[in-house]
RNA sequence: GUGGGUGUAGUUCAACGGUAGAGCACCGGAUUGUGGUUCCGGGCGUUGUGGGUUCAAAUCCCAUCAUCCACCCCA
């Protein structure tokens, strides 16, 4: 029966059978968030376009094709938040958190979006969750970034993930490393991609991760960002390898993990599910120590990751893992008659007052019919209230596990359902 | 943005040029006041949409939209 509209394409409902898995997910990244003393931050859902175009990189592909630009009624840009990041150190900045106690260490979750072509794992409208740690450059502030993704993961049961880190180093190291790239690469330029013949001009890293196979036998022998990192970034990255080793938090390095956010240095990981799809980040993060001040702030340092919940839904379902019971109501309360009914629904108000969830269809009017819905509602009791139970001011609990019922005094339902 | 696959009942699928069907789910009944099992009964659904070919189209062709998978990119 398809009416005459659908959802946006790469948009999707999150419906009743859906939602108590994400409930479920949210709750455990909530309380690993208070485990690791983590706040909660809530941005706008569009901001200022220039944000992003400069924060992202205006190179970047999110920021070249996919973003949804929009201008309101005062010819103002704005643009539908494609990420994170951006948004959160413009508020720490904008909000003056830096000096205030308790706010550097922040997490959030929401929708994001990207014009994109949808596939598995990859939507429009997706949802995220993240966490942003700003005004450390100690390493390990990077490990304990790490450990929080590591945390999340295994608090939900997941097995079949992979952390892989690397150093991308900071400005100085990036422009020798890329001039080397440059070097290396060409000679074979004839031998590379028409992709990555530009990617070679413009971000001379992204070849690293080209998956076309002639670029990637290429790459292979390229050099290591790694022998290019300045001491200040090869100490820290050193530390932040120790550290992890000494929570005991498996890694492995990967040079070629690279960043398609501009605004990325030194510290870059990423949680990838190895049997996922082609979309098999679960997370990805870093460091990102230019941001707040090419955004107008004060230059301070920070590191965050996101995750996408799709994905993570799909991981837990691969592994058939638990998202937790439904939600179902204690109490179905079934009447016959109009009077128990009358009486019935001020009963419902008086439950649900104290706590009771209790369920109730006025559209089913049979025995049957009243506890064929109260099975399927899967109620821990039924409550009958029919004309003989109301004479004798007494109604019938039943037990719905066992079959088990007695008559109680309609007085005491409350008592007797709420230590139960 | 590129390539390939797929669009039939709520859902999973069948029918592949000649009257649109089944399982599951859903609703009702058997049981006029007791569920989960069982049995019986209940489906006209613009065959995604719009064109075209044909005596005849769910079926062939074109377009379009959506979806899936992959490229790209990323969460």
Redesign the pocket.
């Known amino acids: 029966?398809?009416g005459?509209y659908?959802?946006?394409?790469?948009?999707?409902d999150i419906l009743p059978s859906e939602s108590y898995k994400w409930q479920f997910v949210t709750n455990v990244f909530k309380e690993v968030a208070r485990e690791f003393n983590y706040k909660e931050i809530v941005t706008p859902i569009f901001e200022n376009n220039e944000l992003f175009e400069r924060s992202v990189g205006e190179d970047?592909?999110?920021v070249e094709?996919?973003m949804y630009k929009f201008e309101d009624k005062k010819g103002r840009i704005f643009a539908l938040r494609p990420?994170g990041t951006a948004p959160v150190v413009r508020s720490f900045i904008e909000n003056g958190l830096m000096l205030k106690p308790n706010s550097s260490k922040l997490y959030y979750f929401g929708p994001?979006f990207?014009?994109?072509?949808?596939?598995?794992?990859?939507?429009?409208q997706?949802?995220?969750y993240?966490i942003e740690n700003i005004g450390s450059n100690d390493p390990y502030i990077d490990a304990e970034v790490i450990s929080f993704a590591y945390m999340f993961l295994s608090k939900l049961g997941l097995k079949n993930f992979e952390l892989q880190i690397n150093s991308i180093g900071c400005k100085n190291c990036t422009q020798d490393y890329d001039n080397a790239l440059k070097e290396y690469f060409t000679p074979y330029l004839n031998d590379l991609c028409s992709?990555c013949r530009k990617?070679l001009m413009k971000n001379p890293k992204?070849v690293l991760?080209?998956?076309?196979n002639t670029c990637k036998v290429n790459a292979d022998n390229a050099p290591s960002m790694l022998d290019y990192l300045d001491e200040n970034c090869k100490t820290h990255f050193n530390k932040v390898q120790e550290y992890l080793k000494q929570i005991n938090i498996p890694f492995k390095v990967n040079p070629k993990i690279?960043?398609?956010?501009d605004y990325y240095s030194q510290t870059a990981f990423?949680?990838i599910d190895t049997n996922?799809?082609?979309?098999?980040?679960?997370?990805?993060?870093g460091r990102y120590d230019g941001l707040a001040e090419q955004l107008g702030g004060k230059n301070m340092p920070g590191i965050g990751?996101?995750?996408?919940?799709?994905?993570?839904l799909l991981s837990m379902e691969e592994e058939k893992l638990s998202f937790g019971k439904q939600q179902t109501p204690k109490v179905y309360l079934i009447t016959?008659?109009n009077e128990?009914g009358a009486t019935g629904i001020k009963l419902i108000m008086e439950l649900r007052m104290n706590g009771i969830s209790t369920a109730f269809d006025p559209?089913?009017?049979?025995?049957?019919?009243q506890?064929?819905?109260?099975?399927?509602t899967g109620a821990e009791f039924?409550l009958?209230?029919?004309?003989?139970?109301?004479k004798k001011g007494k109604i019938?609990l039943?037990?719905?596990?066992?079959?088990?019922?007695k008559e109680i005094n309609i007085t005491d339902i409350i008592n007797s359902l709420k230590d139960k």
């Open positions: 029966m398809a005459k659908k959802v946006p394409r790469g948009t999707y970047s592909d999110i094709k996919e990420e994001m990207r014009y994109d072509r949808p596939q598995k794992g990859r939507y429009r997706f949802y995220q993240g992709d990617r992204r991760d080209c998956k076309v690279v960043r398609g956010l990423e949680f996922l799809g082609a979309q098999n980040t679960l997370i990805g993060g990751f996101a995750g996408g919940f799709e994905r993570l016959l008659g128990a559209d089913k009017t049979s025995m049957n019919a506890m064929k819905t109260a099975n399927k039924a009958i209230l029919g004309e003989d139970e109301l019938i039943k037990n719905m596990a066992n079959g088990e019922q």
